[in-house]
């Protein structure tokens, strides 16, 4: 027997090849678990370094020289792609494959498949490795002698080689928890066999058999121990990325057998235990709500699940997923998106449906009831439950039908709110009227319907109703008595009677005609009131401003007016604005406690960069009392706080249904002036040219 044959080193030898073999078959086995991108790469670096550790090992068992060079050459076969695999891997499980690119791969390619031809056709040429060194074992000193194609491919050896550990050492550096210890162990399997091939070239050469196989045999060994003890290559770096783009949400990684293998800072919110003591439990020891994970985990899609109580308790939406298509669907995900707020929004939302009067109710494309508020059965009378999906229009008043689906068909069609009004039946046999604003939410997924918000308006219909009435039968019967009152006192007037009694009857007709003017002011207050909504007009108002100052001429004849007024000025209001320009100019006469009560006028800008043009009335009368007006501006009449008249109230209302102006101002030195601001048509011009005008 030789040397070889006694000597432990060779028992090592084997033992190593079959541990490289081993871990080649471990990987290549558990294809559905590992990464296919380093599953290959890996395997195939163990496949070339058992290849050569077991080649190298029946060299030194060979007794011919034909036998040795033959699994010598075998050996180098290993050898030479062991360094670029090695390379390859690195790259890939450090996330850095976006540089593996076709035209590099063939680059890689190109040295080993070099060093591999250069060695099988030795005979031929000599060069690269002799045959004679092939059959000593491959010990060999980096002498200046040394053929510069090997001096080369050793170089390109020990370049690929700290490449790859540099590579994973990066990431061992980035990393934390069970990836950093991952990688600490890829890197010293990566450092022993470079230590070794140091100590081979340049301390001992001496050595009876080459240390470099040999080392391959310990870093395998290293690696399958990693494998069962670490999860190593379970989840790769790809999980790390997953979890980083995910890191508003916690993420926890599971193996394939619903093992946590890592998680993210936000996950320590749904786990029993700090992160580093889940490492390697089944999450559904470790994490806060079992029975939703294992649903999700099971095929639910998501699940909402609480974690905590009181003002700590959590909202969570849970689902899982695969960490990508690389891992087969074995390695997995678990997503607790933080759903607190939008929790909260919806009981807030929830709470105000329950407790509120209106009727809220969510249709489908059909018109069936999918939900019905709490609130139906307090105002109709009708259990919310029981009406869900029935039709919508089955408690419409028949009359009322046919204009409801109109409204129905419109919701359908648009995107806007529509307004309708229409009678629903009471549970008792009544009819009440609502008013209902629908909206088409249809594309909305958290609603999926139409919505409907109903309010009970029959109070209000009916006191509309009834004051419609009563201000019809108050304006006619008024009127036509009013009449009467007037025929008589100008009968009286006619007549020869006393002086005193002239004075009692010019009274009577005085106030039967202000009772008539009540009578058109109420009116004129109905018609504003009555009206909707709509855009406002372009109004000419120098034109009614003058009309007005005109009649003053002829029924006050002691009154004296002064005009300031421009030649036209058009402003944006409503039709009614030449009524409550009147109004005001009849109270600074008919309040004026002057024996001659002066009216002035004026129409101006209101500021330099302002577009309102601004209308003037000034009196010199006793001016209106502050009570008066504190109560015009709040808008609120009291008992003991009232305007007298209703003069005030038309040129307030007509003022805002303008989206204009109203104040009052004192005036100097006796007196009241009331401004009207209104939006003018064309901006400044028209006041300005006119000035311009008058003034030269």
Request: hydrophobic residues 45%.
């Amino acid at each position: 027997m030789t040397y070889f044959e006694q000597s432990p080193f060779l028992y090592a030898l084997f033992t190593s090849g079959v541990l490289a073999g081993v871990v080649t078959i471990v990987v290549l086995g558990r294809f559905r678990l590992y990464s296919r991108r380093v599953r290959i790469p890996f395997a195939l670096l163990s496949l070339s370094g058992a290849l050569w550790v077991t080649a190298y090992g029946f060299q030194l068992l060979s007794t011919s020289p034909a036998g040795e060079l033959f699994y010598a050459r075998i050996a180098w076969v290993g050898a030479a792609t062991l360094p670029t695999f090695w390379l390859v891997f690195s790259l890939v499980y450090a996330g850095e494959d976006q540089l593996l690119t076709r035209r590099v791969i063939a680059f890689l390619a190109v040295e080993p498949a070099l060093a591999i031809a250069l060695t099988l056709t030795s005979d031929s040429h000599g060069l690269f490795v002799p045959p004679e060194l092939l059959r000593t074992g491959m010990l060999v000193r980096l002498t200046t002698d040394a053929d510069p194609l090997l001096v080369g491919h050793v170089s390109y050896v020990a370049a690929a080689s700290i490449i790859g550990v540099s590579v994973i050492g990066k990431t061992f550096l980035s990393s934390d928890g069970v990836h950093q210890r991952q990688a600490a162990i890829l890197v010293g399997t990566g450092v022993i066999p470079l230590l070794a091939l140091a100590w081979k070239l340049f301390w001992d050469p001496a050595l009876p058999i080459d240390p470099v196989p040999l080392s391959l045999g310990v870093s395998a060994g290293i690696i399958l121990w990693a494998l069962y003890r670490y999860r190593l290559f379970d989840v790769t770096p790809i999980a790390r990325d997953a979890i980083i783009s995910e890191m508003r949400d916690a993420v926890v990684v599971l193996d394939d057998h619903d093992r946590v293998v890592e998680s993210n800072g936000s996950a320590a919110s749904v786990l029993e235990h700090p992160a580093a003591e889940c490492i390697g439990q089944p999450v559904l020891d470790v994490i806060k709500s079992p029975d939703v994970v294992q649903k999700v985990l099971h095929g639910r899609d998501r699940l909402e699940a609480a974690v905590g109580d009181g003002a700590d308790k959590r909202y969570f939406e849970v689902r899982s997923g695969s960490v990508s298509e690389q891992s087969q669907n074995r390695a997995k995900l678990l997503v607790f998106h933080d759903v607190t707020e939008r929790r909260q929004t919806e009981e807030e939302f929830r709470a105000l449906i329950e407790n509120s009067r209106d009727i809220i109710t969510v249709l489908d494309e059909d018109g069936v009831r999918q939900y019905t508020s709490p609130s139906m059965e307090d105002v109709l009378g009708f259990c919310p439950e029981s009406l869900v999906g029935e039709s919508v229009f089955s408690l419409v008043h028949p009359d009322d039908r046919e204009q409801v689906r109109a409204d129905f068909e419109q919701v359908m069609e648009g995107d806007s709110p529509v307004r309708s009004e229409f009678r629903i039946r009471h549970k008792n046999g009544t009819w009440r009227r609502f008013e209902t604003v629908s909206v088409n939410l249809l594309d909305d997924p958290s609603v999926n319907g139409i919505v409907l918000n109903s309010r009970d308006v029959t109070n209000r219909y009916r006191y509309e109703q009834r004051l419609r009435v009563l201000n019809r039968v108050l304006r006619h019967d008024l009127r036509n008595d009013m009449n009467v009152i007037l025929g008589h006192a100008d009968l009286l007037l006619d007549e020869r009677i006393p002086a005193e009694s002239k004075d009692h009857a010019r009274t009577i007709k005085r106030k039967a005609s202000s009772l008539v003017e009540l009578g058109e002011q109420t009116r004129h207050i109905d018609t504003t009131l009555d009206r909707g909504t709509a855009e406002l007009e372009q109004v000419e108002v120098i034109q009614r401003i003058e009309k007005e100052l005109d009649g003053i001429d002829a029924n006050y004849p002691r009154a004296i007016v002064h005009r300031d007024l421009p030649d036209e000025q058009w402003v944006y209001a409503d039709d009614l604005i030449e009524s409550a320009i009147k109004n005001l100019i009849d109270n600074a006469i008919e309040h004026n406690d002057r024996v001659l009560p002066e009216v002035s006028v004026s129409v101006e800008m209101a500021a330099p960069s302002d577009d309102f043009v601004e209308i003037h009335i000034e009196d010199n009368g006793p001016g209106i009392p502050d009570a008066e007006l504190s109560v015009l501006e709040s808008g609120i009449e009291t008992p003991l706080q009232h305007i007298s008249g209703l003069g005030l109230w038309l040129v307030r209302w007509i003022v805002d249904r303008s989206h204009g102006r109203l104040r009052f101002v004192e005036n100097e030195p006796r007196g009241t002036v009331a401004i009207v601001s209104l939006r003018c048509v064309d901006g400044k011009a028209t006041v300005q040219e006119t000035a311009s005008v008058e003034s030269d």
